[in-house]
């Protein structure tokens, strides 16, 4: 193959252009890295100086080799292999440590896939092969692209070092013989996706026991996996949920938590699917219910300890001559508590076992993390039951709303939408697309894995605005033939995942920081025009691998599997194409219209005209010659990569927060805004001193000088000199509210005393408020933070224009009061614009908001059918409510606070004062009741009162509950109400110029409605 130079000239360093700068290991700075000031030489990296301190901290501590490299290295002579391409090895003597230059990495990395290329016959000639050493080494140091974290972290260290990193019990498929065999030196071990299979059977090769000993190992070597458990079950063994349980302790033990490590899939036709979708909102509301069991069970204990360490006399234990014993133990039995717990307690007190003992022996602590689901789960249904489960009941539609109410409850559960994903199967004559890699960009068959390589679209985006197309094909085509080469010498826990990897030889390009580009160019993610663009860049990127492919596979042959699915694989390479094209009919084999390409509202016309062409020149190469990968690309949410990048967000994801902290070296943070918000603005038409003017506003003034409410006037006024202002000003950098610098700690006691004249006793109490106490109100406070630290969001900036506001949209509300949000519709769409131009999967992180019902979920699950969809997974919102299991305490106070009915209207206080006995407030006569731990010096009288008022608890709430008309239905009314009034609010706050959607509650549509799905 011959290879083109874009971003290197030929004799020139591909570093050229680039500076490079010196700075603290992550180990040696107190945050992260650091910048260089009175350090030792030994603790210094050399690291590109574009790249963010997060991107260089993460580049040192993951990918630079930390030790095993030698200080000296000769280069070993191989006479088929160009010079300057020789592999090195450690000089004899040679002192060995870390990598210490960024470079290191870029050289060896490429410099492996160089010389593994070279001798598998990539390249047409020596020169071919320097500048593919060159570009590789180019793109990486401009972070235009990136392999994953294991390739940059073990490729090339046996080529540049003579250092072997592979893993002995892996296995690799020799590139000239096709035969399975050990992992060897120059090896390294998989990343990116897998997806494994599994045959009826236990202990069986292939069975439930094998499967998860094949999954254990990936996870231990921290690869992540999807498998379709559909083949589990049946009249014997332990069942579907019993085997599931067993791979769960496995992940727990071999994977840390193993969320979002594994992907587990099971097809909508078995008979225990309900109870599949259904498991993870049972386990959520167990974990709930032993939370709840836990503290209710130590409370009550350590009121009957309490009861017997404040009696006296060798009985204390004994309830006949202990009073107070006596209620405890009447309200723990009130309480259900379990009474073995109870008569254990009682026998250590009895054996003489002191307080702190017995506790320690005895009382129960929280409930279990890890007795919930470790995996995000997915049911199978084909397009038969998902047009059943929309229109009634029947257990299609029981089984959709298992799943909806699963996500609800605990999220990371979804559907793959089987007849979709086999429409676009480019190999349904080797069998069936049945699960999901682990981060859901993965969707092919069965016991296959691919490498991915990330491109970053944004860098991409000219200096005078628009993408460059020809980069992009560049880089596009590049990373296609680096993929492919790395399937050669990528090793693989299994030797049927090194077999079926050289089979289909899937690769995973991945288009990433869509929404950085987006936002560079001025464009609101969740637009037309934002998500036709989108759709371009990934259709050309697929396109130009598709063509490289077909020209490897001309000069190398096809992959393995290609002439037993040539047929799928065209039909899928047209559709493709005619997608891209703008098509809305033709298509074949598809049962409805995917979401085309609309040209007419891409803002780069041109890009999306090459991105056409390009597909026709894709499906005539691979007519005539095949195709050397079975997969080209996907999406994958992967943040490490993210984080490498410098990306605004990974994968297909709108950008979080436009504005961020970050950590000083220092110590303390300070607020930063994206760097795509200049870009934005810029591209919108504002000139510098609007933008200058709009980020004061976002991450605010730093000083209190000229704040409305609390300026420097006001406080002179109240006592404040020139030392004292000075110290605040010099305060204020480390922090973000200025109640945390007008203190007692941050001023001093005896300044507040005798400058300001506050009260010392005042000052000593928790919830002391010094500026209120100076005169200052809630509303001035709020107004001097968000001059000093500014406003976190763009609602209600200077210069901005309302109809630019969409550009600037996020997932959730930003700012102390913003409204808008990217509703889920738009995030849906997104997905669907994408799915027509990617081979793979378009992995995703899409969380509901907390305003949502499982009807909402269910709708969303439904749309991602309708447009087109091969899977989704729907998550919790981070603004949802705590999981039941953390308690929430409060929020239910407040509710409580407010329910609570009030002396005048009788009978209620017995009740207030038993919940705070309870909570561990004070018992009757005033005495304090311990929250944790047993209180000794409690009387017995104290403790009896207390024990009285425990046991009226259930009495009195009983009683409360049928009289006070506000509880019932009244309460479950109000919060019902609640929820949909945030659906509706957010549903209203979509963009004014979309057309009217289709008034769902929590989805709303940016484009046409969409019609039921025709099957």
């Excluded at 109410?405 to 480019?426: F, K, M, Q, V």
């Amino acid at each position: 193959m011959q290879v083109v130079r874009r971003y290197t000239a030929e004799g020139a360093s591909p570093y050229d252009g680039v500076v490079f700068c010196s700075r603290l290991r992550p180990d040696r700075a107190s945050d992260g890295i650091a910048s260089l000031s009175d350090s030792l030489t030994d603790d210094l990296v050399t690291v590109p100086a574009g790249w963010s301190d997060e991107a260089c901290a993460m580049l040192v501590s993951t990918c630079m080799a930390a030790d095993g490299v030698p200080d000296a290295t000769l280069p070993v002579a191989e006479d088929d292999v160009p010079r300057w391409l020789w592999r090195s090895e450690a000089a004899p003597g040679a002192a060995r440590g870390p990598e210490t230059d960024a470079r290191q990495v870029f050289d060896r990395v490429a410099g492996a896939l160089s010389w593994h290329g070279w001798r598998a016959g990539y390249f047409d000639s020596a020169a071919d092969a320097r500048a593919f050493f060159d570009e590789l080494r180019a793109t990486m140091c401009r972070q235009v692209a990136l392999p994953d974290l294991a390739v940059l972290r073990d490729a090339g260290r046996w080529w540049a070092y003579g250092d072997a990193a592979a893993a002995p019990a892996a296995f690799v498929t020799d590139y000239r013989t096709g035969a399975v065999r050990r992992a060897g030196p120059g090896d390294i071990a998989a990343g990116g996706a897998v997806i494994h299979g599994v045959t009826a059977g236990i202990a069986g090769e292939g069975g439930t026991m094998d499967l998860w000993r094949r999954e254990a190992a990936g996870l231990a070597a921290g690869l992540g996996a999807g498998v379709n458990v559909s083949a589990m079950g049946g009249a014997s063994g332990p069942g579907l949920m019993g085997q599931l349980r067993i791979g769960d302790s496995a992940a727990r033990a071999f994977g840390g938590d193993g969320r979002a490590a594994r992907f587990i899939a099971l097809d909508a036709e078995h008979p225990e699917a309900e109870l599949f979708a259904s498991a993870p909102g049972a386990a959520c509301e167990y974990r709930a219910a032993a939370g709840a069991g836990a503290r209710l069970a130590r409370r009550h204990l350590d009121a009957i300890a309490a009861a017997c360490f404040a009696a006296a006399g060798a009985r204390r234990h004994d309830p006949g001559v202990n009073p107070a014993l006596r209620f405890a133990l009447i309200a723990a039995r009130e309480a259900m508590v379990s009474w073995p717990a109870v008569e254990r307690l009682l026998a250590l007190i009895a054996a003489g076992y002191g307080p702190e003992a017995v506790r320690d022996m005895t009382f129960p602590g929280e409930a279990r993390r890890d007795a919930g689901p470790l995996t995000r789960r997915a049911v199978r249904a084909g397009d038969a039951v998902l047009d059943a489960a929309s229109y009634g009941g029947g257990a299609a539609a029981a089984l959709l709303d298992a799943v909806a109410r699963s996500t609800w409850h605990a999220g990371d559960c979804g559907l793959i939408y089987r007849d979709t994903a086999e429409a676009w199967n480019p190999c349904a004559g080797s069998g069936a697309v049945r699960s999901v890699g682990a981060d859901g960009d993965l969707l092919f068959l069965d016991d296959t894995a691919c490498g991915r390589a990330h491109l970053n679209l944004e860098a991409f985006v000219a200096p005078r605005g628009g993408i460059d197309a020809d980069a992009l094909a560049h880089a596009a085509r590049l990373w296609t033939v680096a993929l492919d080469i790395a399937i050669g010498f990528t090793a693989h826990p299994t030797p049927r995942l090194a077999g079926r990897a050289w089979e289909f030889r899937a690769i995973g390009l991945a288009p990433a920081n869509i929404a950085g580009a987006l936002m560079a160019l001025g464009l609101a993610y969740d637009s037309c025009q934002g998500r036709a663009l989108a759709a371009a860049a990934a259709a050309l990127t697929t396109a130009a691998a598709g063509s490289c492919s077909a020209a490897m596979a001309d000069a190398m042959g096809a992959f393995p599997a290609y002439a037993r699915n040539r047929d799928t694989a065209m039909r899928v390479l047209r559709n493709h194409a005619r997608a891209a094209e703008g098509a809305d009919g033709g298509y074949e084999s598809l049962g409805w219209t995917p979401v085309p390409l609309r040209a007419a509202r891409c803002p780069e016309a041109g890009l999306a005209r090459r991105a056409a062409l390009a597909w026709q020149a894709a499906c005539e190469a691979a007519a005539a010659a095949g195709m050397r990968n079975a997969q080209l690309t996907l999406v994958t949410p992967d943040r490490a990569a993210m984080r490498l990048l410098d990306a605004a967000a990974p994968g297909a994801e709108p950008m979080a927060a436009p504005a961020a902290f970050e950590a000083i070296p220092a110590g303390g943070f300070r607020k930063t805004a994206s760097a795509r918000i200049p870009s934005a603005l810029r591209a919108l038409g504002y000139d510098e001193g609007q933008i200058a003017d709009i980020l004061r506003f976002l991450t605010g003034h730093g000083t209190l000088a000229q704040a409305p409410g609390i300026d420097h006037a006001a406080l002179r006024r109240r006592g404040f000199g020139n030392a004292a202002l000075g110290a605040v000003e010099a305060a204020l950098a480390g922090t973000f509210d200025i109640r945390f610098v007008f203190s007692k700690w941050a001023l001093g006691e005896s300044f507040c005393v005798r400058m300001l004249g506050l009260d010392r006793r005042a000052l000593a109490s928790d919830s002391f408020d010094l500026l209120n106490a100076l005169g200052f109100s809630d509303d001035a406070v709020g107004a001097a933070n968000a001059y000093c630290f500014g406003a976190d969001g763009m609602e209600g900036a200077p210069h901005l224009r309302a109809d630019h506001l969409a550009v600037f949209d996020t997932p959730q509300p930003q700012g102390r009061d913003g409204r808008r949000r990217i509703v889920v519709e738009g995030r849906i769409r997104m997905l669907a614009a994408l799915q027509p131009f990617v081979s793979g999967g378009v992995g995703h992180a899409l969380a509901m908001p907390a305003g949502s019902a499982p009807a909402d979920c269910r709708e969303a699950l439904l749309l991602g059918w309708r447009l087109g969809l091969k899977h989704l997974v729907l998550g919790r919102a981070e603004d949802a409510p705590a999981d039941a299991f953390d308690g929430g305490w409060a929020q239910a106070d407040a509710l409580f606070g407010a329910l609570m009915p009030r002396r005048s209207e009788g009978g209620a206080e017995p009740l207030r004062a038993a919940l705070n006995v309870i909570e561990g407030g004070r018992a009757a006569g005033g005495a304090p009741v311990a929250r944790r731990g047993v209180e000794p010096a409690l009387s017995a009288s104290a403790v009896t009162g207390m024990m009285s008022q425990a046991l009226a608890l259930a009495h009195t709430a009983r009683g409360v509950a049928r009289s006070d008309p506000r509880n019932g239905t009244t309460i479950r009314t109000g919060v019902t109400a609640a929820a949909g009034t945030a659906a509706g609010a957010e549903a209203s706050r979509r963009q004014a110029s979309e057309p009217p959607g289709s008034g769902v509650s929590v989805l709303s549509s940016a484009d046409a409605p969409v019609e039921q799905r025709q099957v």
